[in-house]
């Protein structure tokens, strides 16, 4: 029975009942089934003919992202209104660490495929070791280098003499953006976006140390600056993107180099745009509506977390796949 | 708060915050899945009766051995012990409810439309997922039917919904302990969920990884599983496989946390050796993160990899050796009595250990390389998979319904379960080692001539085997209407524990405020 009470214990508050839960699931499904539908339609579909796949997707997609405003709003409204226990609060610090420690495990996915590329598979490919004998018959003529500028397709003259399984045209880019040499280290954008997001880092800390002084003005400035250092991260990988499309040869599909590099900055820049949007919503609060005490401020301290992790794998990028 | 009961009527359960409904719904759901799985396997095994083509197209033959992995793993084993553990784990540590509740709805309510999604494929144009449960790149790529993308997307659901449900238990059992429940005194069952739910948190997203990097080469022409670009398909199996050896982990330590609350019930004896236990468990899934490519040995890696992998895979027997001998010893001398529950726990330990047996025999590089593909890891794995996580599973069902549902299950019908589970499964999968030992590989729908004695009597077993579990929904719905009320808190006079503290049936909330451990 509820309502016992307990002096040395507070009530950990468990809501009765909660529309939230379904609603977020049939709308996160649906956005997935659009998403889905879009891709099948787009790879497999006929050409011109009529879907509403993408209503599918973009109705999935706004609801479930109100449902999530709706969801994160009452979280609010709940721990303003006082009901969470310092115990319940522990919960919600434990999970987002938890939840961070998962997002880290899905970029080491993605790293260690870069790894395992550059490590084995491109020297294998290239007729080293035992793994290699079949170089000569399968890609005679390939040379591992990396960044991979000529894919084994290329190598043996295209698509058309390869005696594997055709799984279309790979060719590799024209240009690459790894480290120029320091005669043109200037004009190399990944050095500026490096610069810029540990000092987002920096910034972000200084606001909370303000935070925790209690000065609000402090903190919505450091906290501002931060934020508008994360969108100038995401203007200079754009700018970045358009260059490789454009001047470089450097596509999505340009073998291997071109697939671990959008891939690992995509995902990354994804997660930038996450997390700025998420230090976004703290500022607001906090400028708007004064939330934050410097007693009681998880959601500018989960916030500010992720952006560290954020930062984290950027400076792994930077390392292996810009310089080394 | 507010009302102490639950709301009434169907949205009792779609909004739903408590831990106990929560549980209730992972476990019937995953009961369907079991049913519909189950399915797919005796559409597999009537194609096997004998040899020859008799009932479906080869093409639809794969589409079977797929989902029924995929059913099975994700839809059926996995939740199964989802719902256990909301259940049993805040009665079991004293907390009122899981820790973030409305969080443990959504993991859950995301399954069913995920796994509508998954079986109606195989209505879709060019039929469901084909490529098998591990869907090797480029089978799952390059030749992939079009359903692939749901299948994918599939995936990334179930991984959402595992994360979150780790997430969840992780906080419940790190922050919601009653005073005095200190790590090491938390029940077995307690700690291995601890641990399978760490190991959820770090390969699940792995695995979100894998499909993704396949999602990528099927619709946008990137070259991860392609050697003309620069990538390897070997590249998918180290992925996957450093998603899918934890995996196996994830299924099967729950069921040694329910096995080491069961034996030392029907023993009464305290269990022997609980710490070993612990730190077997801890060391178990440190080892799971390196031994994937025991899975590879084929594939063709350098000597030193196949050799550290298959040293690591053999150090996993010590672990698993120490667990056998602590429950054995947990017997030892001990006033044992044979409810249903502790049959299947018995069973369990003879047949988990045959599992395990033939699990060191594969982990030899050189004679897996006779093993490998056959129906020999088939019957491993079933052995590993059925008479471990499903055996432990039936036991926890009997061992805890009474504490659930306030009423007492049919004993003879419990034994009778089973004792046909227990030789319809060795008659269905005894016989496949010498199949796979004899050289019949895995996933065809027809075979030589001279595998057909051990193949009938295969699908006899199986029958028999499915049958029983229709005689195992039939004890439990017959409990739930009909069976006789109890209300004894301790169902088992040698139980011990928080949950058989509280009133029989549970209430719908316990624990409100925390009780005092000792
Ligand atoms: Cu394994």
Redesign the pocket.
Known sequence: MAGHSNTDYETYYVPEQSKLAIWASLTLFTTLFGAASVLNDQTFGEPGQETNSWFIFLVGLVLFLATLFVWFRQTIIENRAGMNSSQLKHSYVIGMQWFIFSEVMFFAAFFGALWYVRNLAGPWLAGEGEAGRMNDLLWPGFEYTWPMMETPQDAIGGVGNQITANNGVMTGPERNLSFPGWSNVGHWLPLYNTIILITSSVTAHIAHLALLKGNRKGQNLWLGITVALGLAFVYLQYLEYHEAYVEYGLFLNSGIYGTTFFMLTGFHGFHVCMGAIMLLVQWLRSTRSSHFTPEDHFGFEASSWYWHFVDVVWVGLFLFVYIL | MGAHGPAKGLMRWVTTTNHKDIGTMYLWFSFAMFILGGAFAMIIRAELFQPGLQIVEPEFFNQMTTMHGLVMVFGAIMPSFVGLANWMIPMMIGAPDMALPRMNNLSFWILPPTFALLASTLFMEGGAPNFGWTFYAPLSTTYAPDTVTFFIFGVHLMGASSIMGSINIIATVVNMRAPGMTYMKMPMFVWTWLITAFLLVAVMPVLAGAVTMMLMDVHFGTSFFSAAGGGDPVLFQHIF?FF??PE?YIIILPAFGVVSQIIPTFSRKPLFGYDSMVYATASIAFLSFI??A??MYTVGMPIAGELFFMYATMLIAVPTGVKVFNWITTMWKGAMTFETPMLFCIGFVFLFTVGGFTGVMLSLAPADFQYHDSYFVVAHFHYVMVAGAVFSMSAAVYYWLPKWCGKMYDETMGKAHFWISFIGFNLTFFPQHFLGLAGMPRRIPDYALQFTDFNTMSSIGAFIYGASQILFLFNVIRTIVAGKPTSEEKTWDGAEGLEWTVPTPAPYHTFTTPPDVK
């Open positions: 496989w899918g050896h196996v031994v994937w025991h899975h």
